[in-house]
């Protein structure tokens, strides 16, 4: 039987097993007990020497576990794993992890997804992996067809509109139609998971200073402030199109709930450097709710006992909430969590 959305434990994928996902996994364990009841999809045998293990059977089983336990749903591999290098032979386990825990969510059995970081290369050289990153392939799975990334903090909420493309490709694919599905998602996001019944959305502009009334580029006053115009007249709050430049002092953060950017780094920029450790990776447009820490396997430091669990524990902090506020529907509120 399905669990009550903002009651269920979250799942958190094993990622890269050579990465520092087990790592992070023991230790977000150990500091958050049962304040943020989740269980770990993975190979028993890849985390660390001495993680204090309940192995479970069903994800209704991690809400009676050990406060000092790490809930493990196994699953096997094809060996061990060895810290800092990827194995092609796993690929097949990463990607069945994150299959198995999608099931589970589709099916209301976990409240959230929490997904550890992967190494694409390996996917892909061991077993042929298509999709770009985790965002794409939880979209497939989920039977979406557009999704947006929205990276989050205790001070600001960003969404680029265009993600993994070079700079020089920007332009001709941010046409009209993507940025207002982008708007539309955001909108919906913030209402659906945070709980805010009338989000303020801040918009950047593509161009510097916004464009400069055309001097700079033409693409604001093309379609960018017409679109923004037109939604408006919708219901949406929105600001913009803005200079990106000055959109995240913290006066300017104060004025709205979400900034919607034109492009990876015009996002990415500010909010890692308002809060590199604790930022958020999540995924509005999806029928569940996933989450990630905003880093990578970081092979550097994978087994030496030094990753910092921060932005894990961020992310499964958030994605109880985040079930929480769908559960509920809370009423009007403003600001960032």
């Known amino acids: 039987m399905a669990n009550a959305p903002g009651h269920a434990p979250i799942a958190l994928t094993c990622g890269e097993p050579a990465g520092i996902g087990p790592e992070i ?7 958050l007990g049962r304040t943020v009841p989740f269980f770990w999809i993975g190979d028993p045998r890849h985390l660390p020497d001495g993680t204090k293990v309940a192995l479970i059977s069903d994800p209704d089983e991690a809400l009676q576990t050990p406060a000092d336990c790490l809930a493990v749903l ?8 060895v810290a800092g290098v990827p194995q092609a032979s ?36 061991g077993a042929g992996f298509a999709f770009p990153g985790h965002t794409e392939f939880l979209a497939a799975l989920a039977g979406v067809d557009r999704v947006v990334m ?36 955001t909108k919906a996001g913030l209402e659906q998971d ?9 918009v950047a502009g593509l161009n510097p200073h916004a464009g400069e009334g055309g001097a700079m580029g033409q693409e604001e006053l093309a379609f ?35 900034a919607v950017c034109m492009y990876h780094d015009q996002a990415l920029i500010p909010i890692k450097t308002i809060d590199f450790a604790g930022g958020v990776n999540l995924t509005l447009g999806l029928p569940f709710i996933r989450t990630s820490p905003d880093h990578g396997t970081a092979f550097d430091i994978a087994g030496k006992g030094i990753a910092d669990p921060s932005s894990l524990i961020a992310a499964l902090r958030m994605a109880r909430s985040m079930a929480e506020a769908r559960a509920l529907q809370k009423g009007p509120s403003h600001g960032v969590d």
């Open 90 to 125: 796993h690929a097949a386990g990463v990607i069945a992890v994150i299959e198995r825990a999608v099931d589970l969510a589709l099916r209301g059995k976990v409240s959230a997804v929490c997904t550890a970081p992967i190494h694409k290369k390996a996917l892909k050289d």
């Open 150 to 185: 929205m990276l989050a903090c205790k001070g600001l909420r960003v969404v680029p509109a265009t993600i993994h493309i070079p700079l020089a490709e920007v332009p001709s694919a941010l046409t009209p139609a993507l940025l207002e599905e982008t708007l539309r998602l």
């Open 25 to 31: 996994a023991a230790k977000a364990a150990a500091l």
């Open 224 to 258: 960018i402030a017409p679109l923004l115009s037109r939604l408006r007249a919708e219901g949406f709050a929105l600001s913009g199109p803005l200079p990106a430049d000055t959109m995240f002092h913290p006066a300017a953060r104060a004025r709205y709930d979400a």
């Open 74 to 81: 196994p699953h096997d591999f094809s060996g061990p794993a």
């Open 194 to 202: 945070f709980g805010l019944t009338a989000p303020r959305i801040a």
